[in-house]
């Protein structure tokens, strides 16, 4: 079983939708969540990252955290065909000196005009 | 936008030769990581290191090689390339804190050997 699940999609939505991004992960010990959108040819972009439960809002882009369910969330309102590209979740844990980052296999998102 | 650089942005090798990616960051970060993307694929670990002369094996090191002798400079050797290296290289770079940081990408090498 992977450390973590992201769905791959392609997901496909009109302009102007709410998207929901989703990942669930294994390891109870990842203390810190990335996500990333990365565009073709192009390496990750870092859009936001949290340590805590709860939600972290920057602009149209809001992280969620839920510890207790092992589950994170990225949404980003009021979309746009900019926003199409792949977005990766990713994890991290703190221990015995190692900093250990592990991505999930991204989801494709397509935002039609 | 993150100040990571990497060169070549596009590589194509023919099967034998000998290669080595750049990897130059500007922030002082003392973390510094490769990581190999295929389409659909996660991000997999190649190098990483925590500082000048240290550097330690990812989950996939696939006969490559790094050095870290200036704190901004991380290249990636290949040895002999084979086209199973054909791939996207990305190098990352990441403060060094009592807390995590997020890791920050330059835009890759997309390399192909033929």
């Known amino acids: 079983q992977k450390e973590v699940e992201q769905d791959p999609g392609p997901l496909s939505v009109p302009e102007g939708a709410i998207v929901s991004l989703n990942c669930t992960y294994s390891?109870?010990?990842?203390?810190?969540f990335m996500w990333y959108r990365q565009y073709s040819r192009k390496g990750p972009e870092l859009l936001m990252y949290?340590?805590?439960?709860g939600n972290k809002e920057d602009g149209r882009f809001t992280a969620q955290v839920d510890k207790s369910s092992k589950y994170i969330s990225l949404f980003i309102r009021d979309s746009q065909p900019s926003d199409s590209a792949t977005y990766l979740c990713?994890?991290?844990?703190?221990?015995?000196?190692?900093?250990?980052?592990?991505f999930g296999t991204g989801t494709r998102l397509k935002v039609l005009a | 936008e993150a100040d990571i650089y990497q060169t070549p942005r596009y590589l194509v090798i023919g099967t034998g030769k000998k290669i080595t990616l750049e990897c130059s960051q500007t922030?002082?970060?003392?973390?510094m990581y490769w990581y190999q993307q295929d389409p659909g694929m996660e991000l997999h670990l190649i190098h990483y290191?925590?500082?000048?002369?240290?550097?330690e094996k990812g989950d996939l090191s696939s006969e490559s090689t790094v050095s870290r002798i200036r704190t901004e400079h991380f290249p990636l050797t290949l040895e002999s390339a084979r086209p199973s290296h054909t791939s996207q290289y990305l190098c990352?770079?990441?403060?060094?804190?009592?807390?995590?940081?997020?890791?920050?990408f330059g835009n890759g090498t997309r390399l192909t050997v033929t």
């Open positions: 990713a994890m991290s844990v703190v221990g015995s000196g190692t900093y250990k980052y592990i």
């Open positions: 390891n109870s010990a990842f203390q810190y």
């Open positions: 949290t340590y805590s439960s």
């Open positions: 922030m002082g970060h003392d973390k």
């Open positions: 290191s925590y500082g000048v002369n240290s550097t």
């Open positions: 990352a770079s990441a403060m060094s804190n009592s807390y995590n940081s997020p890791l920050h």
